[in-house]
DNA sequence: CGGTGGACCTGCTGGC
DNA sequence: TGCCAGCAGGTCCACC
């Protein structure tokens, strides 16, 4: 579900609403995640204080008042929300915190494809599931020179590159998608072989796309929500993803849907080649 | 090392 | 109406 815009939608919602909190109480209902949740880790973190909101990639940080951080990954259908506590639980909501406001933060996620870690706040970056990260496309690490280097070491397609989170952190199915239409190539291009020209304008579309889609509050296909349970309205703005037999919009011609290894990709056979 | 395909889960949709 | 196949925003691991 969440990519980098929707991860950061939801930061930007909690941020306000957790910042200087304390967590009274953290109830895990279910430790099957992705990564089995640590039984100590609500004992770890009842009574802490909440100092800030961070996000790296797909990850959203809470820090703490103890040199710890609380990490959250969305994986593909995981929510983080913040309710009243009247609000009925739902099927699948896996950890409830109850802060010192009287607000509950909760986590929701049928698939169990996220996951919910404690580290140490001064070695964050050391995290296994951290520690391999590229950077954020706004990381000014990131820019056309960067991307070229990547694309001419890789014989994979340019889609699957994009998806890499070594090469750079954030991008997911929907975006990869989005942003090659943009910059007009086509997803299925061995990433070697694209010119000087198109890699740069694929950096530049990459940044351009993702802080579009974060104006938009992120994209709501089915089932994404913010930190209010709100969707994000980006998906109007879709060109490509999830529009397959659709007319492009800027050309007479249909949106064409193929898979590649196991996933859609989707791309205007006129506006992309 | 690099690339690919399947596994991990639940839920929804569309075709029959 | 019911059933089943296929698909879903992510990552990881075994295998070549």
């Keep these: ?15 306000p609403r957790l910042t200087g909190r304390k967590l009274e109480s953290v109830q895990i209902l279910e430790r099957r995640l992705r990564i089995a949740v640590d039984a100590r880790l609500a004992p770890a973190i009842e009574g802490r204080r909440i100092t800030g909101v961070g996000r790296r990639a797909k990850f959203i940080l809470l820090f703490l ?142 940044i351009e796309v993702l802080r579009e889609a974060i104006r938009w509050c992120g994209t709501s296909v089915s089932d994404y929500r913010d930190a209010d349970d709100r969707r994000g309205e980006f998906q109007d703005h879709l060109r490509v993803y999830d529009r397959e037999g659709e007319t492009c919009r800027f050309c007479p011609s249909r949106i064409k849907r193929v898979s590649l290894g196991n996933r859609s990709a989707y791309y205007c056979p006129a506006c992309q080649r």
């Design 65 to 206: 008042d103890s040199n710890t951080t609380w990490i959250f990954h969305l994986g593909m259908s995981g929510k983080l929300v913040h309710v009243d506590p009247a609000t009925p639980r739902q099927k699948h909501d896996h950890i409830i915190a109850t802060l010192d406001s009287g607000y509950q933060l909760r986590y929701h996620d049928p698939r169990r494809f996220g996951l919910s870690v404690l580290a140490a706040s001064d070695a964050i970056a050391e995290l296994p599931q951290l520690a391999r990260l590229g950077p954020d496309p706004f990381d000014p690490r990131f820019d056309g020179a960067y991307l070229y280097n990547a694309c001419r070491k890789s014989e994979r397609r340019v889609r699957d590159l994009l998806l890499d989170q070594r090469v750079i952190a954030g991008i997911g199915n929907i975006y990869a998608n989005e942003i090659l239409c943009r910059a007009g190539v086509r997803p299925a291009t061995r990433s070697r072989r694209l010119s000087r020209d198109q890699v740069e304008r694929i950096a530049r579309q990459t």
């Design 1 to 15: 579900m969440p990519e980098l815009p929707e991860v950061e939608t939801i930061c930007r919602g909690l941020r």
